[in-house]
């Protein structure tokens, strides 16, 4: 497996709020992260670093290369739990960091076995052969709209109101996330990334870059360099494994 990630402002925001980590637990399985952090210049980088850190530790540390596929969903459950947390502790017990939080996207991936794990509206793609598909589902309120069909997808896309989720990590005590299970085969994709990329690229422009760009390793400034020259209101943040 190989893998790249990259994060940035992007044009208007001076401070970067999100987060993201690429973990090697062993020879066979590789770890990504990305947190899109909220709560205000002071805080919300906080968060995003925060639940970063304590996700992926709290993974190598129970990780077990002999998991089987229930194991691996306890264990990051276990991990959004404690990112959770202690996102929520840190707000609760400093008045600056009051109201933070932080969205988590993740995927452990192991042979031809992909776990996906989220929280918030942070985005997993998989890429094969047969297209791009969208592995998570936000956790959003215009997501709620479209299920309810008071929405279209494309009316959705900018809609008012659409970066408000109704979900996050450290938000409240306790906090749900979704797992998605995913079959890989060698030549596959995974992009992981915050709404900063997803807003301002429609699937298939993100299927052209990653199939299609000639250098994989140049593929997340190819897709930062799209969203800057669409003004990148918001950070932006990706990480690409090729299987």
């Not at 402002?9 to 992260?33: F, H, M, S, T, W």
């Not at 925060?50 to 991990?79: H, N, S, Y």
């Not at 992009?191 to 429609?202: A, E, I, K, V």
């Not at 994989?216 to 969203?227: E, F, G, T, V, Y």
Request: aromatic share 6%; proline share 2%; with cysteine.
């Amino acid at each position: 497996m190989q893998s790249w990630g990259l994060t940035d402002p992007g044009n208007v925001r001076k401070q970067n709020q999100d987060a993201y980590r690429i973990e090697q637990l062993d020879r066979g399985a590789l770890l990504c992260v990305v947190c899109d952090g909220m709560g205000g210049a002071k805080s919300g980088n906080i968060a995003s670093t925060l639940a970063v850190e304590v996700f992926v530790e709290e993974v190598r540390r129970c990780w077990k290369p002999a998991m089987d596929t229930e194991k691996i969903d306890q264990m990051l459950r276990g991990a959004v739990k404690l990112a959770n947390f202690t996102v929520y502790d840190q707000a609760a017990q400093f008045a600056e960091f009051d109201g933070m939080g932080t969205t988590l996207v993740a995927a452990l991936v192991r042979g031809k076995k992909a776990t996906v794990v989220n929280v918030g509206d942070s985005r997993a793609y998989g890429i094969d052969r047969s297209g791009i598909r969208q592995i998570t589902k936000d956790h959003s309120l215009v997501q709620l709209m479209v299920d309810r069909g008071d929405l279209t997808p494309e009316v959705a896309k900018t809609y008012p109101g659409k970066n408000y989720i109704t979900r996050a990590i450290g938000t409240e005590p306790m906090v749900m996330c979704d797992i998605f299970h995913r079959d890989v085969s060698r030549g596959d994709f995974l992009l992981l990334c915050s709404d900063g990329l997803s807003n301002l690229m429609d699937d298939q422009e993100i299927l052209f870059e990653v199939v299609h760009g000639v250098n994989k390793q140049h593929c997340c400034k190819r897709l930062l360099n799209i969203a800057k020259n669409r003004g990148a209101p918001d950070n932006v943040t990706s990480v690409l494994v090729l299987i």
